[in-house]
C-alpha cells in the first residue's frame, strides 16, 4: 500500500515539474511580443497636459458666475503654471476677459516641444 501511495505521489511531482516546465517555454517564446510599449505615452505626456488645460479652462468659464469668473481664471492662472513647472514644463498662460467673451493664449515649453493655443470661449 505504501509503494502505491508514493508511485502516486512521484508521478504528481513529475508531472508538476513537466507542466510548470511547460509553461515556462511558451512563457519565453511568448513574453516578448506581450510587453505594452509605454514610451509614447510617455512623450505625450506634454500634449496630454497641454489639453487638459485647455478643457478645464473653458470649463472655469461655463461653470464661473459673472461675479467670480475674474477670480477663478486668476487662481486658475496660478494653479496651472505651478503644476507645469513641477513637471518641468514652462507655461504662458494668458487670458483676456471682456463682456461677452474670454480669449486664451497658451504656450507650452518642454525639453522636447512647444505647443501653442489661441481660443475664445463665450461667456455663459
Same mark, same amino acid.
Not at 496630454?48 to 469668473?69: G, H, P, Q, W, Y
Given at each position: 500500500?505504501? /509503494?502505491?501511495?508514493?508511485?502516486?505521489?512521484?508521478?504528481?511531482?513529475?508531472?508538476? +515539474?513537466?507542466? +510548470?516546465?511547460?509553461? %515556462?517555454?511558451? @512563457? @519565453? %517564446?511568448?513574453?516578448? %511580443?506581450?510587453? *505594452?510599449d509605454? $514610451? &509614447?505615452?510617455?512623450?505625450? $505626456?506634454?500634449?496630454?497636459?497641454? #489639453?487638459?488645460?485647455?478643457? &478645464?479652462? *473653458?470649463?472655469?468659464?461655463?461653470?464661473?458666475s459673472? #461675479?467670480?469668473?475674474?477670480?477663478?481664471?486668476?487662481?486658475?492662472?496660478?494653479?496651472?503654471?505651478?503644476m507645469?513647472?513641477? &513637471?518641468? %514644463? $514652462?507655461? /504662458?498662460?494668458?487670458?483676456?476677459?471682456?463682456?461677452?467673451?474670454? $480669449?486664451?493664449?497658451m *504656450?507650452?515649453?518642454s525639453? &522636447?516641444?512647444?505647443?501653442?493655443? #489661441?481660443?475664445?470661449? #463665450?461667456?455663459?
Amino acid at each position: 500500500m505504501l /509503494n502505491s501511495s508514493g508511485k502516486k505521489a512521484q508521478f504528481f511531482i513529475l508531472t508538476t +515539474v513537466v507542466i +510548470v516546465g511547460v509553461f %515556462y517555454t511558451l @512563457s @519565453s %517564446y511568448i513574453n516578448p %511580443y506581450a510587453f *505594452i510599449d509605454t $514610451s &509614447k505615452a510617455a512623450s505625450g $505626456s506634454e500634449t496630454f497636459f497641454f #489639453d487638459n488645460v485647455k478643457e &478645464k479652462a *473653458i470649463e472655469t468659464v461655463n461653470i464661473s458666475s459673472a #461675479d467670480e469668473l475674474q477670480l477663478n481664471l486668476n487662481q486658475y492662472k496660478i494653479f496651472v503654471e505651478k503644476m507645469a513647472s513641477e &513637471k518641468g %514644463y $514652462s507655461l /504662458n498662460f494668458g487670458y483676456e476677459n471682456t463682456t461677452t467673451t474670454v $480669449s486664451f493664449n497658451m *504656450i507650452l515649453t518642454s525639453e &522636447k516641444m512647444t505647443l501653442k493655443a #489661441d481660443f475664445t470661449v #463665450d461667456r455663459p
